[in-house]
């Protein structure tokens, strides 16, 4: 399995970007797909992850009300609409599948990853 984000870049806080991910490879059927950001001298935090087949979703507090995270199966590709940015949301996006249904918010139990998409947030 590959995972391909995209969609980032600088924006101004209060702008939106919409990142996405997108799954080839093998046959894809994760449990989890979630989006982990990681900023300098920080280690990576959850941020959003949804179960590819219920649909359900959780969200970190820092981004809940703000963040939507969404996938299309036809596609196998998650998104996460990020509105109403602030500084503090700069960092390296990555999104992750997860086999099991363990892995929820926790990095350590995601099996695939993709490479980081850099969103800069300016004040």
């Known amino acids: 399995v590959q995972l391909q984000a995209s969609g980032g870049g600088s924006v101004q806080a209060g702008a939106s970007l919409r990142l996405s991910c997108a799954a080839s490879?093998?046959?894809?059927?994760?449990?989890?797909m979630g989006w982990f950001r990681q900023a300098p001298g920080n280690g990576r935090e959850f941020v959003a992850t949804?179960?590819?087949?219920?649909?359900?979703?959780e969200y970190a507090s820092s981004v809940r009300g703000r963040f939507i995270v969404s996938r299309d199966s036809a596609k196998n590709t998650v998104y996460l609409q990020m509105n109403s940015l602030k500084p503090e949301d700069t960092a390296v996006y990555s999104c992750?599948?997860?086999?099991?249904?363990?892995?929820?918010?926790?990095?350590?139990?995601?099996?695939?990853w993709g490479q980081g998409t850099q969103v800069t947030v300016s004040s």
């Open positions: 992750a599948a997860a086999r099991l249904g363990w892995a929820r918010s926790d990095p350590s139990k995601y099996d695939y």
């Open positions: 490879g093998s046959t894809f059927s994760p449990y989890f």
């Open positions: 949804i179960n590819w087949n219920g649909g359900g979703t």
